[in-house]
């Protein structure tokens, strides 16, 4: 690993840090490994460690710490829940993911990681699966869609909402929404992955091909707006496609419960009341690395009348487990982080549990189909063309 | 068997660890010690072992004593004395798993907790009952309730309701042999006082039962700001005697910087100002003449009382004093116990200090009782200079000094401060050692610490030695 590759300021936070452990119980790997070396606090002094003792190539030179080191770096979901309690201000999860970025340079990265670029250039969706299947979703599920040359709002579909049959139904939700109050909008006629899962995986250039793609499709298409229901893809648009291609693309990136909360308070939606008592289920990359907590909440409480908050929400809601590649590199450990968060849901009593991300929805849905439990995990779209009568 | 097997067999496979990577996250506490210092002792565990339970503690001392191997127990490693750093290697007993609060009698106000629990997690427990807590640590997010109770028991609250020991109704310990003893009022052989500030060197905390307060019918915290430091810690100390408010800190930053003369003959020469922050619980009539007089003595000095909202931010920054540290990288610091009437003398060292090392201090004072503080200043320096870090580390040593000179102490001991015990409590140390030979025989618990630094080729580093070469190095540091 070069030290060149981390910048300055990321140098000097991993001396900054002042192994406080503040962070420590807030680690969902932590609380569920109870290691020191899985948390972040452990994580930077094992990093101040191989930088302090060694020359530029901490990785490589470190063969005893490097292998189990990086196997920490990706034993995470890069869920910004120590970012969010460091009081230091020490912007751990860039840190994560730039070490993330380096151990694939060096060869280090669990195989999953590595070929995930080869996967996304070849039928460009995280899947690998035929690139002619992306909207057979359409199909399966009823759902009228549009593609047109021109429209100011561009939904954007995902890889995992476009071919996981657990998910499609957000997609025939969110149509059936756009639809419903006549919205100007569109998907797009060559929809490749977001590239999400490249930004952790250090294929830069690879990264910068996909963004400059979709990008290039959805100014075509005149796009004031890109909604998607997928909070990593949102996040790849506004975060990071700016980052990667120099420039921000010319459209505003929502999320579909942002949308939802225009159209209930715009009056163009009116959602019959639902009696069910429900509960909510924060993304971390809605929530806190998105900044979307309110809207969702707005939504809910529009017409949900029996509305529980479960325990660390908002921007401290606890990860379901499913983000920053754990399902690909320790499935085991995602099922186990999926489980904790879900006897969190649970004991709010609530019948429903709504979330606004199809990955969180899998992870959770996974761990409950293992419970004798009657409780239904769904997408706040679905819940909402559902109570419409839409679905 | 092999010893991890043997441990396996107590507490599981899955909690016991000998990967490097693991040793090495548990070879440490807060404070970077230079690879130059620490190469003089083995701080690398040769395994990790983590309980869920008394008896796996039990269990994991008797065999240690049986094979004579060294056990370190550790909380959070919130401390930065080396208390929970090993010096010859051996079992480092990670307490954290012992994660439970074990009963709540609410008719009587108290709590029994085990050793792992963070004071955070009792504070947000407590939020839904009639009770409180009288004291925690600075550290609350992180730190443990066995590792408070190892290592002083003075923090927020103390001013009103004294150290944790007096707040602790009964301990159940485990003690070196492996032995389980319950140690309250009425136990004859051994004292809670004896245990407590033990640094580890004489049992584990297994379980605590603390004596809770009534919840205050009224809280109010409370900031001021002062432009001169000097009239902020006169304020204090007044408020202190006179109004007993259940926490007290103040904090000033970057006053060295910002003396432009060459001398400082008192705090009031201090141009960097103060901040005094606080809370007062009690009944509301207590509370509004504790404020009234807290205004009239503020006003007296030309000090701003600040509205409520930003003390209340304040008050939630009680937990934050090394936020510095981003403009280190590094701190080095010793808090040390002094009476308050030593505070001006205290202050004039660490701007000396400073000066000396070139360094800008961040002063953390927090009181204790009306007369005695914790005073806490924190050098910014840089570990990856290593000489100039190694000449700053004299820093430490140099404020125990003085605090030992104005009728003061270290606050605990640990590795680092282990020469200074005897200087500083000859008879608590003696006292400590007479139970360290009646209850550890084989010194297997935390070896070489507190009370006498060990290396770990098994010398202990002379105190001359120790203090020659700090000194050489300090005045070499100048010059770097």
Redesign the interface.
């Given at each position: 690993m070069s030290r060149a590759l981390l910048s300055k300021l990321q140098r000097e936070d991993i001396f900054a840090c002042a192994q406080c452990g503040y962070c420590v119980n807030w680690c969902p790997i932590y609380d569920r490994s109870g290691w020191e070396s899985t948390s972040p606090r452990g994580k930077v002094f094992l990093l101040k460690r191989m930088l302090d003792r060694n020359g530029p190539d901490v990785f490589t030179s470190n063969p005893r710490m490097a292998s189990e080191f990086v196997q920490r770096l990706f034993d995470c979901t890069t869920c910004g829940r120590c970012t969010e309690k460091c009081h230091l201000e020490i912007n751990l999860l860039d840190l994560w993911v730039k070490l993330r970025e380096i151990s694939v340079r060096a060869r280090l990265a669990p195989q999953s990681v590595a070929v995930i670029e080869k996967t996304l250039l070849g039928p460009k969706n995280v899947f690998g699966m035929d690139s002619a299947a992306r909207r057979d979703w359409a199909t399966y599920t009823g759902a009228e869609i549009k593609t047109r040359e021109q429209a100011r709002v561009v939904f954007f579909v995902g890889c995992v909402t476009s071919y996981s049959g657990r998910s499609q139904g957000v997609a025939q939700a969110i149509t059936a929404i756009l639809n419903h109050v006549g919205e100007d909008w569109s998907m797009m006629d060559d929809e490749w992955c977001c590239g999400h899962p490249l930004a952790v995986s250090g294929a830069t250039e690879a990264y910068r091909h996909i963004a400059e793609h979709n990008v290039r499709i959805i100014e075509k298409m005149g796009a004031e707006t890109l909604v998607s229901g997928c909070p990593g893809c949102c996040l790849a648009f506004r975060e990071e496609y700016p980052r990667i291609l120099d420039r921000k693309p010319g459209f505003e990136v929502i999320h579909f419960a942002q949308l939802l909360d225009r159209y209930v308070s715009e009056g163009k939606i009116d959602i019959p009341k639902l009696q069910a008592k429900v509960t909510y289920h924060d993304p971390c990359e809605l929530g806190r690395l998105g900044g979307v907590t309110e809207e969702p909440r707005r939504v809910l409480t529009s017409f949900v009348e029996n509305f529980i908050e479960p325990e660390e929400s908002g921007r401290i809601g606890r990860c379901c487990g499913a983000g920053g590649l754990l399902k690909a590199t320790n499935v085991t450990l995602s099922g186990d982080l999926a489980d904790k968060r879900l006897s969190m849901l649970n004991n709010t009593g609530a019948e429903i549990i709504t979330s606004a991300c199809p990955s969180c929805e899998q992870n959770l849905g996974e761990a409950l189909s293992k419970r004798p439990d009657s409780t239904r995990i769904q997408d706040l779209a679905e819940v909402v063309a559902q109570q419409m009568g839409l679905m | 068997m092999s010893l991890e097997n043997a441990m396996a067999d107590i507490v599981g496979s899955r909690g016991v660890?000998t990967?490097?990577?693991?040793r090495?996250?548990?070879s440490?506490?807060?404070a970077?010690i230079p690879?130059n210092i620490t190469r003089f002792f083995n701080t690398m565990p040769d395994m990790?072992v983590?309980p869920d339970s008394l008896d796996e503690v039990a269990g994991i001392l008797k065999l240690a004593n049986k094979m004579r191997v060294p056990v370190i127990p550790r909380g959070?490693?919130?401390w930065g004395y080396g208390g929970a750093v090993p010096t010859v290697g051996g079992i480092l007993l990670?307490l954290?798993?012992l994660n439970k609060i074990i009963s709540f009698d609410d008719a009587r106000g108290l709590l029994t907790v085990q050793c792992g629990v963070?004071w955070?997690d009792i504070l947000d427990f407590l939020e839904k009952t009639r009770w409180e807590l009288p004291v925690y640590p600075s550290?609350a997010?992180?730190?443990t309730v066995g590792g408070f109770a190892a290592t002083g028991g003075l923090g927020y609250g103390s001013l009103e309701h004294g150290s944790l020991k007096e707040n602790v109704e009964s301990i159940k310990a485990v003690l070196p042999t492996g032995e389980k003893a319950f140690v309250g009022p009425k136990t004859n052989w051994i004292s809670p006082d004896q245990l407590f500030s033990s640094e580890g060197i004489l049992c584990v905390f297994g379980e605590l039962t603390l004596r809770l307060v009534p919840r205050s019918h009224t809280a109010i915290p409370f900031l001021a700001y002062f432009d001169r430091l000097g009239d902020a810690v006169e304020v204090a100390n007044n408020l202190a005697q006179e109004t007993r408010p259940f926490g007290l800190i103040l904090r000033a930053f970057g006053f060295v910087r910002a003396r432009k003369g060459e001398t400082l003959t008192g705090p009031n020469d201090v141009e960097s100002g103060a901040i005094i922050f606080g809370r007062y619980s009690s009944s509301t009539n207590k509370v509004e003449q504790s404020m009234d007089t807290l205004a009239k003595m503020v006003a007296e000095k030309q000090g701003i009382l600040r509205p409520r909202n930003e003390a209340e931010f304040e008050w939630g920054e009680r937990?934050?004093p090394?936020?510095i540290?981003?403009l280190?990288?590094?701190v080095l610091t010793s808090d040390v116990i002094v009476p308050s009437s030593q505070l001006e003398e205290m202050i004039q060292y660490a701007w000396q200090l400073g000066r000396h090392a070139s360094v800008d201090v961040e002063l953390e004072i927090i009181w204790l009782s009306p007369d005695r503080v914790l005073f806490f200043p924190l050098f910014l320096s840089?570990?990856?200079r290593t000489f100039r870090y190694l000449s700053h580390s004299a820093i430490t040593k140099k404020l125990i000094d003085r605090a030992i000179a104005v009728g003061g102490r270290s606050y605990g001991y640990g590795l680092w401060n282990s020469f200074h015990f005897k200087t500083s409590e000859p008879n608590r140390r003696r006292e400590l050692t007479d139970m360290k030979r009646m209850l550890d025989p084989n010194n297997i618990m935390n070896p070489g610490k507190t009370l006498q630094a060990k290396t770990r080729f098994g010398l202990a580093l002379p105190k001359p030695l120790y203090s020659g070469l700090l000194e050489t190095l300090w005045q070499l540091g100048r010059w770097f």
């Open positions: - | 660890s990967s490097y990577l693991e090495a996250a548990y440490h506490d807060l970077p690879r990790i983590r959070s490693a919130t990670d954290r798993g963070v955070k550290s997010p992180s730190s937990f934050y090394l936020r540290k981003k280190g990288p590094s840089d570990e990856r």
